[in-house]
């Protein structure tokens, strides 16, 4: 009880913070892009991992006024990016099914990109498998609306679901995120590795985007050039940083 009061009493006064994990071009290395992930220093208890707080926001609903923190705050960043004449790539921001399933989600989105001018092909919403295959014809019609606004998705955690490659086929997504759990073992499960080659081929024929996640050493690397995965995050390159570290490490002006 004391931790979502305060949790609340974060997101309304501006407590949280977001930390930026690149992502590169498996190809040439170049960087193609950020995911941001939120941070919470409580200031009693130190640092709360969102594997917390973000199931504890879920529960209270207050996952709805996160979510939208989250948003508008990577709007604004990207905004001041621009407004400094520095070259951004697209951010990818986590979305909890509970925030798609209310009715006024498409309108918040909208909302944020309007208040900060934001391109909408500079916004990337990850989506997880389970949120769009526990309600098929809602989730046609949310996603089409988001492709509408010219906003990219993803599905996130992608191989710890049931998707059904016939609907993921006919979804609009551009990218699927690999889910660590597979890259991890890769190197000693003969398993992982069939099923991330399987899940890269099969992300080709319908046309959509690999990234993996969670790549931590260099033999996980060469794995998925070899096998043909589009991009990459993960420690070996990049831990999350935060903003400031983010512009020295990985932006420059124009
Ligand atoms: O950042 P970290 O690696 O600890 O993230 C742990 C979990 O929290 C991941 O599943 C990640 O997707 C989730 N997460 C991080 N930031 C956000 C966010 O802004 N919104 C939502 N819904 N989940 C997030
Ligand atoms: O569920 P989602 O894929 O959004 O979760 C992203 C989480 O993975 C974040 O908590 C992030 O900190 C974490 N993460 C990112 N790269 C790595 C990595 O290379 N190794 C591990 N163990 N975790 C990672
Ligand atoms: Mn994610
Ligand atoms: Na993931």
Redesign the pocket.
């Not at 921001?93 to 909890?96: A, D, L, R, T, Y």
């Given at each position: 009880l004391r931790m979502e009061a305060d949790l609340k009493h974060a997101i309304e006064n501006d407590k949280l913070h977001i930390h930026y994990q690149p992502q590169f071009n498996l190809e040439n290395d170049v960087l193609v892009g950020f995911e941001?992930?939120?941070r919470w220093n409580h200031p009693a208890e130190g640092p709360v991992?969102?594997?917390e707080f973000?199931p504890l926001a879920e529960e209270t609903g207050l996952?709805h006024s996160?979510?939208r923190w989250?948003l508008r705050q990577v709007c604004q960043q990207i905004h001041s990016w621009e407004q400094a004449g520095i070259s951004v790539v697209p951010v990818a921001?986590?979305?909890?099914s509970l925030q798609m399933k209310k009715n006024n989600f498409v309108h918040i989105l909208e909302e944020c990109l309007n208040e900060f001018q934001i391109t909408a092909q500079l916004i990337e919403l990850e989506i997880t498998e389970s949120a769009v295959m526990d309600r098929l014809e809602k989730s046609m019609e949310l996603l089409s609306a988001i492709r509408g606004l010219g906003v990219k998705l993803a599905i996130?955690d992608f191989g710890t679901g049931y998707s059904s490659l016939s609907y993921l086929k006919s979804f609009p997504f551009s990218k699927l995120k690999i889910d660590r759990s597979f890259v991890m073992d890769l190197e000693n499960d003969e398993n992982d590795a069939a099923i991330i080659t399987a899940i890269i081929s099969m992300a080709k024929s319908l046309g959509l985007k690999t990234i993996a996640e969670g790549v931590e050493t260099e033999l996980q690397k060469q794995f998925l050039i070899k096998h043909g995965c589009d991009e990459v995050q993960g420690f070996l390159m990049s831990r999350?940083l935060p903003v400031e570290a983010i512009e020295t490490n990985y932006l420059s002006s124009k």
């Open positions: 941001a992930l939120v991992s969102p594997g973000i996952i996160l979510g989250v921001v986590n979305v909890s996130d999350p």
